[in-house]
């Protein structure tokens, strides 16, 4: 079973997946999750729970990784294991997943907290 948990920072979702993405509940229940976070400019899907993908799941990252570029929505997988990263690879000779590596993910954080923060001055 797929556990999904979103949180947000400012304009960014960090949604993290814990469990297997091998059947269609888990991949529709990803889709869920993704598609509530259309108001976001940067999604960023933690995979670090995640511990197998199969066809369903990786079919339904590649749905979401086109969603999100039509929407101009960044799109970022972060720290799969080794198992789901070779998945991934794979399909990436077709696809163009982005992975985004830990120091990435500092600075995107560091962003979204900035802005979030940001109180403007009345005019």
Known sequence: MLKVQADHIGSLAMIECGGRIVNSDAAFRLRDAVLCEGDASIIVLDLTE????EG????MLVFLQRWAHDRDIRMK????RQSVLWRLERASTLYEFEFASLAEMTEILGRAEAESSFVPLAA
């Open 77 to 80: 997988l972060f720290n799969p």
């Open 56 to 59: 369903g799941g990786l079919g």
């Open 50 to 53: 995640v511990t197998a993908l």
